[in-house]
């Protein structure tokens, strides 16, 4: 399929939906999934001209719509790097050559993505019901294959997912979808069948006779069994015959769906989504400022504090600046239930010789206790928080480049779940 067609093909599609930013970017955003489905041979100078052009008409219709100045300004940023992340990844084109024709570069000057999109979604969730929209167009943006930092990282896509889906739940629990049938108005006939008195054949008392004594064998096998296997267990823990093991059961991530709006089940999980709006709602300011995230991970909650909040580097003393951001954080943990886990993560870069810490683990360890030393009196019970310490095991970008180290440097304070088991 040639580029031209690609670019005909976007534009003739039209949507008049209630979201004004997703009906504004319609074109664009059909045009970038196209380019990851589809082959062609790209031009990268006629395609930075045609995304270009799909980015000045998204502007002034988005204007036209009244979207809000603040509103339209983090969209066309997020689509720029949403489209200079797809383009420079794409078969034919590669960063090197993208880089001569970035959205970034050509509209704000930026000649290298860092976490622009992401810095612009924390503070969106920290107000979705207000500026549902935005995040909307966001999650479509990821949908698509925006990646940013977390591209080629490892554990990457791991790290991404829950990010994806947290968003998606923000939606839904905003904007609750309407539960539909398939046909609202359909009515069945009233039409009458005369009954015939029902008799059971022979054959099925048979069978239901035959399946309940198999059933009642099974049972009594498996009781016995199990009986025998607990004495056994019993009789091999006075004198075991192999190693101790510690065996962990896998985690599965959820896969997500095609076409999630038709497999999305009723909306049950309140108490946590309650419970997760409580606490960005206190932190709002500071996850407005960057200096921090809110989101959901498996059975918890957790408030990721960026390092350059924290410490200085090479050092395990919290800044001054920390002190009211600790009073806010503990402020909003100490109404909740539940032990805090307190956990320190690091680069890959080794200390130096003349540190006072001879090992990663070790910085990662005292800088999550400077971190709960700085909790603890809001807290108030210091016996609800833990400490531990990760050093450089849990990266969450790629370490071989400035602005992943500066991810993966971290601490995260984490909360169970309500509604967890």
């Not at 502007?59 to 300004?73: C, I, P, R």
């Not at 622009?116 to 969106?124: C, D, R, T």
């Not at 080629?152 to 923000?170: F, K, W």
Request: one cysteine or more; a negative charge; aromatic letters at 8%.
């Amino acid at each position: 399929m040639s580029q031209e067609a690609l670019f005909e093909a976007a534009e003739r599609v039209q949507v008049a939906g209630p979201n004004p930013l997703i009906s504004a970017a319609t074109p664009l955003l059909i045009l970038l999934g196209h380019l990851r489905t589809v082959t062609v041979e790209p031009d990268a100078a006629v395609l930075a001209q045609h995304v270009c052009e799909c980015i000045d008409e998204f502007e002034w219709k988005a204007a036209e719509a009244g979207v809000t100045e603040d509103d339209a300004h983090i969209a066309k940023y997020a689509l720029c790097e949403t489209a200079d992340d797809i383009v420079a990844n794409l078969p034919g084109i590669g960063p090197d050559i993208w880089a001569q024709h970035s959205m970034l570069s050509r509209f704000y000057g930026v000649d290298a993505p860092g976490n622009g999109f992401f810095e612009a979604l924390n503070s969106v969730l920290a107000d979705p019901a207000e500026r549902g929209d935005l995040l909307e167009l966001m999650h479509a943006c990821m949908s698509l294959g925006f990646e940013g930092p977390y591209r080629g990282a490892v554990g990457g896509e791991q790290s991404l997912e829950p990010v994806r889906q947290d968003i998606y739940a923000a939606l839904r629990y905003f904007r609750p979808l309407a539960n539909d049938g398939i046909s609202p108005h359909w009515q069945g006939l009233a039409a009458t069948v005369g009954q015939r008195p029902y008799r059971l054949p022979p054959w099925a008392i048979a069978a239901f006779a035959l399946a309940l004594v198999t059933a009642a064998f099974f049972w009594m096998r498996g009781d016995v069994t199990n009986d025998g296997d607990a004495l056994a267990a019993t009789l091999l823990a006075l004198t075991p015959a192999t190693p101790v093991v510690i065996e962990r059961s896998d985690f599965a991530l959820p896969v997500e769906h095609a076409e999630p709006v038709e497999k999305v089940e009723p909306f049950e999980a309140a108490p946590t989504m309650a419970q997760i709006y409580r606490i960005r709602a206190a932190l709002a300011q500071d996850i407005g400022a960057g200096g921090l995230t809110v989101a959901a991970k498996g059975e918890f909650i957790v408030v990721e504090i960026n390092n350059e909040l924290l410490f200085e580097p090479g050092k395990a003393e919290t800044k001054p600046e920390f002190a009211p951001v600790a009073a806010r954080i503990a402020a909003a943990f100490a109404g909740e239930p539940g032990p805090i886990k307190i956990v320190g993560h690091t680069d890959n870069v080794k200390p130096r010789q003349s540190s006072a810490y001879k090992s990663n683990y070790d910085l990662s360890v005292a800088r999550a206790e400077a971190v709960a030393k700085a909790l603890a009196p809001g807290i108030g019970d210091a016996a609800r928080i833990a400490v531990e310490g990760k050093g450089e095991d849990v990266p969450i970008a790629n370490n071989a480049t400035a602005d992943g180290r500066a991810l993966n440097r971290r601490v995260d304070v984490m909360i169970r779940q309500e509604d967890a088991p």
